[in-house]
Nanobody, 122 residues
Framework: EVQLVESGGGLVQPGGSLRLSCAAS????????MNWVRQAPGKGLEWVSG????????KYADSVKGRFTISRDNAKNTLYLQMTSLKPEDTAVYYC???????????????RGQGTQVTVSS
């Protein structure tokens, strides 16, 4: 059974930082691309960032480029999202999402975790 468990969310002031983690199990983590997506209150799902299975190739949404960094540790079956210079508009539930192949995917995921809340507010 595929499981994706996010952690690391919380309340942070504007300009602050958070590091999200996603522990993966139930599949061969190193073989699949992974993504972070988010959903703000009252809005649809937004793709944030993705990473190829090998961890070298990454991509970011324009809204987070230069502030967020995606990475993965295939030995630990864990996906990360380092978030810096956080803004109130980054407030959302953040999900890790598995691609159906070795690449990141901005639109299609076959599994998604339960999410972790990130709130940016003073």
């Amino acid at each position: 059974e595929v499981q994706l468990v996010e952690s690391g969310g919380g309340l942070v002031q504007p300009g602050g930082s958070l590091r999200l983690s996603c522990a993966a199990s139930g599949f061969t983590f190193r073989s699949y691309g992974m993504n972070w997506v988010r959903q703000a209150p009252g809005k649809g799902l937004e793709w944030v960032s993705g990473i190829y299975s090998g961890g070298v190739v990454t991509k970011y949404a324009d809204s987070v480029k230069g502030r967020f960094t995606i990475s993965r540790d295939n030995a630990k079956n864990t996906l990360y999202l380092q978030m810096t210079s956080l803004k109130p508009e980054d407030t959302a539930v953040y999900y890790c999402a598995k691609s159906p192949d070795a690449y990141y995917n901005e639109r299609m995921y076959d599994y998604r975790g339960q999410g972790t809340q990130v709130t940016v507010s003073s």
